[in-house]
C-alpha cells in the first residue's frame, strides 16, 4: 500500500474558526454539516493507486464526459469514529467496510482498493478532523469513503481513470421525529432483482429508492420496505437499512443473502450479538404475509431495522396499500433496545470487545 508518509498534506487556507464549528456541530442532524477536510487518492491503468492527499474539501473538478456521470460508476461506504471514555476516537470494525467497498468496486466493474489503504486514509481525516465531534448525545463522525469513475470518454466500458474520496460529517441522531418506533410502508416497487447490484453500494440502487421513499414520506412513513422481485411477497430491506424480527419461541430471523440485499456490518454484528445472548439465529426467507400474520397472533414480539446511520431502530407499524398493523405495542421491544445497547456499548469503548471490532486511532 502507500505508506502513511507518501499522503501529501496540503494545508487548509481558512479553517473553519472553533466558534464557528462549536455552533455547527451542537445540533448537527445527519448528513447536512462537513468538516474542513477530505482525504483523495488517485487510480491510473498501468499505474494504480497514486496522489495520495490529504487537503482542504473543496469541489471536485470533472470533464463533462466523465464517465461517472454518464455509465454511474460510483460506489461508497458509510462508518463512524466515535470518541472513547478515555478521550480518543475509535472505528468499529472498518475491515468490514474496506471488504464490502472492495465487493461493490469488483460488481461495478473499479479497481479495488487494498483494505490497508482504506483505513489509512480515514485515520488520516479523522486524526486532522478530530475537533469536529460533536457533543450531542448518541454524536458521531459519519465517514463517507466513495470512489468515481474520471475518465473522460463515452463509450460503453470500464473507465480506466478513478478517484477516492474521504468526506466527514458530524452526527446525531439519524431519526428526528422522536416516535420510539418508526412506521414503515410497503412500497410497489422494486429495489433489486437477481444477477443486478442489490448487493453492492453504489448510487444506483438509492437512486431507486429516491421515489419509493418519497412516497412513504408522503403517506407519513418514516421508511419504504422493499419485497422481492420475483413474487413480490418476500421481506427484503428497507430504503437503507436490514431487517431484523424477534419471535416468541425465541429466535431471531432476517433475511437472508442472496444478492439482492446489502450486507450490512451492523446486521452482521448484531447476528452475532443475538446468537451471544442465547438466541437460535436464522437467516430465512420470511413474507409479508407471515409478518402480519405472526404480529397478529403474537408469534412475532419485535421487529427492528439496523445500519452504520441509524445503528438500531425498532418498528413499530406496517402499512401498504391493502393492509395495516402494528408490532408488539408499537414501541420499542426489551430485545432490541437490549441489543442495541450492547452494540452501542461496545462501539464506545463502555463494554468488553472480545471479537476486537474496535480500531483505536
Request: glycine fraction near 10%; proline fraction near 7%.
Amino acid at each position: 500500500m502507500l505508506a502513511a508518509t507518501t499522503f501529501a498534506h496540503v494545508p487548509h487556507p481558512a479553517p473553519t474558526a472553533d466558534a464557528v464549528r462549536a455552533g455547527l456541530v451542537a445540533d448537527p442532524g445527519f448528513g447536512k454539516i462537513f468538516s474542513d477536510h477530505m482525504v483523495t487518492i488517485d487510480w491510473t491503468e498501468g499505474q494504480g493507486w497514486h496522489s495520495a492527499t490529504l487537503g482542504p474539501r473543496q469541489p471536485i473538478a470533472l470533464d463533462p464526459a466523465a464517465s461517472v456521470l454518464h455509465y454511474a460508476q460510483e460506489i461508497f461506504e458509510g462508518l463512524k469514529a466515535y470518541r472513547l471514555a478515555d478521550g480518543t476516537m475509535a472505528l468499529f470494525r472498518p475491515e468490514a467496510n474496506a471488504r464490502r467497498f472492495n465487493a461493490s468496486a469488483q460488481r461495478l466493474a473499479m479497481p479495488e482498493l487494498p483494505e490497508d489503504l482504506f483505513i489509512e486514509a480515514i485515520r488520516q481525516l479523522v486524526a486532522v478532523d478530530a475537533d469536529w465531534f460533536p457533543s450531542v448525545e448518541g454524536g458521531s463522525l459519519y465517514l463517507r469513503p466513495f470512489m468515481i469513475a474520471t475518465e473522460a470518454f463515452l463509450g460503453v466500458r470500464p473507465a480506466k481513470e478513478y478517484k477516492f474520496i474521504v468526506i466527514a460529517s458530524p452526527a446525531g441522531n439519524y431519526f428526528k421525529s422522536g416516535a420510539p418506533a418508526v412506521s414503515i410502508w410497503v412500497s410497489d416497487y422494486t429495489r433489486a432483482a437477481p444477477g443486478g447490484t442489490g448487493a453492492a453500494k453504489c448510487g444506483g440502487n438509492y437512486a431507486a429508492s429516491l421515489v419509493p421513499t418519497a412516497e412513504a414520506f408522503a403517506k407519513g412513513h418514516d421508511q419504504v420496505l422493499f419485497l422481492d422481485a420475483a413474487e413480490h411477497k418476500w421481506i427484503e430491506e428497507l430504503g437503507g437499512m436490514n431487517l431484523f424480527f424477534v419471535m416468541a419461541d425465541g429466535r431471531i430471523v432476517t433475511p437472508p443473502l442472496t444478492g439482492t440485499i446489502l450486507p450490512g456490518v451492523t446486521r452482521d454484528s448484531l447476528l452475532q450479538l443475538a446468537a451471544e445472548e442465547g438466541l437460535k439465529v436464522s437467516e430465512e426467507p420470511y413474507s409479508l404475509d407471515q409478518w402480519q400474520a405472526d404480529a397478529a397472533s403474537g408469534a412475532l414480539l419485535e421487529a427492528f431495522a439496523c445500519g452504520t446511520a441509524a445503528v438500531v431502530t425498532p418498528v413499530g407499524k406496517v402499512a401498504g396499500r391493502d393492509r395495516e398493523f402494528t408490532i408488539g405495542s408499537g414501541g420499542p421491544g426489551q430485545l432490541t433496545q437490549k441489543l442495541r445497547s450492547r452494540l452501542v456499548s461496545i462501539q464506545r469503548g463502555e463494554a468488553p470487545d472480545p471479537h476486537g471490532w474496535v480500531l483505536k486511532l
